[in-house]
C-alpha cells in the first residue's frame, strides 16, 4: 500500500521541482490561498469605475434618474423656497474626503486584524487553531512570534510562455551542466597564518612539512554520486603513510600529549580520531552494499530536503544528516543524502558506502540499477519541532510503527537526536549492542560518513599542521553577530570591543591549560567580516584567519545569474564545511551559545570537556575556573530548540499530524 503525506509548509511561490518528488503531492497553506484571493477581490473592487457619471447626490441629476430624490426636492423647495433648498443640497452631498477617510479606516482596520504579529495570535484562517489541533491544544504561544512568510522577489519573464519556458530550460540545462562539473577551487591562504609561520622554530616548520605531505593523502575518501569520476567507483579511504620522512622527530618542548599523537600517526599512518572504534561499521557496510546490489528487498533511509524548500545552513542540515543515519543504521537501512538544491556529494567524499543521491538528477535515472523498486515510500517532514515534540516523532512515529515499513523513508528534518536516543527506552539498548557511544557517536558517524574534498583538505592542511604542533596551544572563537552581517555587509560594524568577552575568555583559558613554552594561537570564526578585521588589528600576534567567506548559503545574492548563484551557493556550503572542520581540530573551543555551527565539529571532534559558551552580553562566566567547561549535553541543551520557529509553524502543525 502507498503511503503519501503531505507537506504544508511550502510557500506558494515553491515548488518541489525534483524528479525523485514526484510520488508527494504539493499543498498549501489555506491562509495563503484564503489571504492572497481576498487581496485580490479587493484589487479588483478598487479598480472597477463608477457606474454612472453623476453621484447620488449630484444636485443637477435628472428627475427620472431618481425620482423619489426629485420629488422630495421640489416638495422641499416649495416649502423653504431657494437659499434653505441650497443649504439642503450641501447637507445631502457629503465632501469626497470623507470617503476616502472612511475607506482607509477600514482598511487599516483589516489590516491590523488580519496581522497576527501585531495581534498576537494565530491567523485566523490558519489549517488548525489550538482549539481545534488535539496536539496543539495545550501549548502556550503567547510568547511566539508568528511571521508571515515575505514573498521572494518576483524576477520577470517574458511575455511569450513558450520564450519563457525555453529560457527556463536553458538556465536548468546550464545549472546541471556546472554542477557536473563543479570542484572547489583551492584558495590561499590568508596572510595572518603566513605572518604566524615566521614565529616558528625550524624542527616545527620540518613537522609542519611533514603533515601537509602525508595527510591530504591518508585523509582522502572517494567522490561519489555527481562528483565521481567512474560509473562504479571502488569506495575507500585514502593510502596509510606511515612511517613517511623521519616524523615527528625527538620530543622537545610543548605539550606532551600532543607529541604522542604525531608519534601514533607517525606509526599507523593516519592522524588519530574522536572515534576510538566501530563495531558496527563492518555489518552495516555489509548491509548497505548488499541492497543496493539487490541482494536483500530495499529498505532505506534517506536524509532528504526537498529542492526549494528551506532547511538552514550547514549546521541544521548536518543535524539533520546525523539524525537520519543513526536511524538508517538502528533500523537496518540503506543510507543516502539527498539535498536537491546543493548535493553533499560535491562538498564531501565517501568513506566506506555511497550515500549519494540515489537518482540521477540530469537523467532521473537510478544510480543503482540492481536495487529493487518499491512504491512504498514517505515523506516525514519533523522541522523546527521542540524537545518534547522531537522525541514523540521518533519513538512513537519512526521507532514503534516504521522500523520495517514503509521500505523507503524520506526524512526531511533539522533537528539533533543522537545524542537524546541514547535517553529512549529500547532505542538504548540497540545503540549499546551495536557498539555506539554517546560520548564519540557524533565522532564515529562523520569518520565512517566521510571526509573533505581533495582541495579541501590541501587547504585545511595548511592550517590542522599549525594547531597539532606540540609548541602551539590553539583557540578556536566561533563568535556568531547574526545573519544581518552577511545578508547586509554594509551595515555590518561590529568589532572586537563589542566581543571582548571572548579574547578575555581565551586569554583566561590560554593562562590556565596552556604551557608557559605553547605558542598561543587564536582561529577566529564569524560571520562579520569587520569583526574579523578588527580583531586582526587588535591581536596581530595572537589571531589567525581563514580567509574564506561568511556567505550563508541560504541567503540569496542579488544580480546573479542561476549558474553564478549556483556555484556562490556550492562555494559557501564548501567553505562552511571547511571552518567547520578547522574549529573541531583546535585545542579550546569558545562558542557563540545560540549558534549551531561551531558545536557539530565539537562533537565530531569526540573530545568533551574542553569548550566554554559564550552569550553575546557578558554574564559573569569566570573561564579560569573550570565549572565554565560545556558538556556535550549542555551544548546540545542549549541550541534555541525550545519553541516551535514561527516562521514554520504550518510545517511544525503538518509534522505533529503525522505523529497521531
Excluded at 581533495?454 to 599542521?465: E, H
Excluded at 581540530?585 to 574542553?610: A, C, H, M, N, Y
Amino acid at each position: 500500500m502507498e503511503h503519501r503525506h503531505s507537506i504544508a509548509m511550502l510557500p506558494r511561490t515553491s515548488k518541489l521541482s525534483s524528479p525523485r518528488m514526484l510520488e508527494e503531492e504539493q499543498f498549501y497553506s489555506s491562509s495563503e490561498l484564503a489571504f492572497e484571493a481576498d487581496s485580490d477581490s479587493d484589487e479588483r473592487d478598487d479598480e472597477q469605475p463608477p457606474t454612472s457619471k453623476q453621484s447620488l447626490y449630484d444636485s443637477t441629476r435628472d428627475d427620472n434618474t431618481s425620482p423619489g430624490l426629485s420629488g422630495s426636492h421640489r416638495r422641499l423647495n416649495r416649502s423653504t423656497g431657494s437659499s434653505s433648498s441650497k443649504i439642503s443640497q450641501q447637507l445631502r452631498s457629503p465632501p469626497r474626503l470623507l470617503y476616502v477617510v472612511i475607506v482607509l479606516a477600514v482598511v487599516l482596520i483589516y489590516c491590523i486584524w488580519r496581522n497576527p504579529k501585531l495581534t498576537h495570535q494565530l491567523p485566523r484562517n490558519s489549517l488548525f487553531s489550538h482549539e481545534q489541533h488535539p496536539v496543539l491544544a495545550p501549548f502556550d504561544d503567547s510568547d511566539v512570534e508568528v511571521v508571515h512568510y515575505e514573498q521572494p522577489r518576483i524576477i520577470p519573464t517574458p511575455a511569450d510562455p513558450t520564450l519563457a519556458s525555453k529560457n527556463r530550460e536553458a538556465d536548468e540545462e546550464a545549472v546541471q551542466e556546472m554542477m557536473n562539473n563543479y570542484v572547489w577551487q583551492l584558495k590561499p591562504v590568508h596572510e595572518s597564518l603566513s605572518n604566524m609561520l615566521k614565529t616558528l622554530s625550524k624542527e616545527d616548520l620540518r613537522v609542519r612539512q611533514w603533515l601537509i605531505e602525508t595527510r591530504p593523502v591518508s585523509m582522502a575518501g572517494t567522490p561519489i554520486g555527481l562528483a565521481r569520476s567512474s560509473s562504479s567507483p571502488r569506495i575507500r579511504e585514502g593510502p596509510a603513510m606511515a612511517k613517511i620522512g623521519s616524523g615527528p622527530g625527538k620530543f622537545g618542548a610543548g605539550a606532551r600529549d600532543k607529541y604522542d599523537e604525531l608519534v601514533r600517526e607517525y606509526e599507523t599512518g593516519r592522524p588519530s580520531t574522536g572515534c576510538p572504534s566501530m563495531p558496527w561499521a563492518k555489518n552495516y557496510t555489509a548491509l548497505h552494499n548488499a541492497i543496493l546490489q539487490g541482494k536483500k528487498p530495499v529498505k532505506v533511509f534517506q536524509a532528504t530536503c526537498p529542492a526549494t524548500a528551506s532547511c538552514g545552513g550547514i549546521a541544521d542540515r548536518s543535524l539533520g544528516l546525523f539524525t537520519s543515519f543513526l536511524y538508517a543504521i538502528l533500523t537496518d537501512r540503506a543510507f543516502f543524502i539527498e539535498w536537491d538544491n546543493w548535493p553533499f556529494e560535491l562538498l564531501a567524499d565517501a568513506v566506506h558506502i555511497d550515500w549519494s543521491q540515489p537518482v540521477d538528477m540530469e537523467t532521473g535515472l537510478t544510480r543503482h540499477p540492481k536495487m529493487g523498486v518499491t512504491k512504498s515510500r514517505i515523506l516525514l517532514p519533523m522541522i523546527d519541532l521542540p524537545d518534547d515534540y522531537v522525541d514523540a516523532f521518533l519513538l512513537g512515529r519512526i521507532w514503534a510503527h516504521m522500523r520495517d515499513h514503509p521500505f523507503w523513508i524520506r526524512f526531511w528534518t533539522n533537528r539533533g537526536a543522537v545524542f537524546r536516543s541514547f535517553n529512549y527506552g529500547g532505542v538504548s539498548d540497540v545503540l549499546k549492542e551495536k557498539g555506539l557511544v554517546r560520548s564519540t557517536a557524533y565522532a564515529c558517524l562523520s569518520e565512517y560518513l566521510f571526509r573533505p574534498k581533495a582541495n579541501a583538505l590541501r587547504f585545511m592542511v595548511q592550517y590542522t599542521s599549525l594547531f597539532a604542533l606540540p609548541s602551539v596551544f590553539s583557540v578556536a572563537l566561533q563568535i556568531r553577530t547574526g545573519d544581518q552581517s552577511m545578508e547586509f555587509s554594509k551595515n555590518d560594524h561590529s568589532d572586537a570591543a563589542a566581543h571582548r568577552a571572548f579574547f578575555e575568555c581565551a586569554e583566561k583559558v590560554a593562562a590556565r591549560l596552556a604551557r608557559p613554552d605553547q605558542k598561543i594561537v587564536y582561529y577566529l570564526v564569524s560571520d562579520s567580516e569587520a569583526l574579523k578585521r578588527n580583531a586582526l588589528h587588535q591581536y596581530p600576534d595572537r589571531v589567525i584567519l581563514s580567509g574564506l567567506s561568511a556567505a550563508h548559503p541560504e541567503i540569496a545574492a542579488e544580480d546573479l545569474d542561476p549558474v553564478e548563484e549556483k556555484k556562490r551557493i556550492l562555494d559557501g556550503a564548501s567553505e562552511a564545511l571547511i571552518e567547520g572542520w578547522l574549529l573541531g581540530k583546535t585545542d579550546f573551543q569558545i562558542l557563540s551559545v545560540d549558534s549551531g555551527f561551531g558545536k557539530i565539529p565539537v562533537w565530531s571532534s569526540g573530545k568533551e570537556g574542553r569548550t566554554i559558551q559564550m552569550p553575546k552580553t557578558e554574564t559573569g562566566i569566570d573561564c579560569s575556573s573550570p565549572d565554565a567547561i560545556a558538556s556535550f549535553d549542555k551544548m546540545a541543551a542549549s541550541w534555541s530548540v525550545q519553541l516551535i520557529s514561527s516562521g514554520n509553524l504550518k510545517a511544525t502543525i503538518c509534522a505533529l499530524k503525522l505523529t497521531q
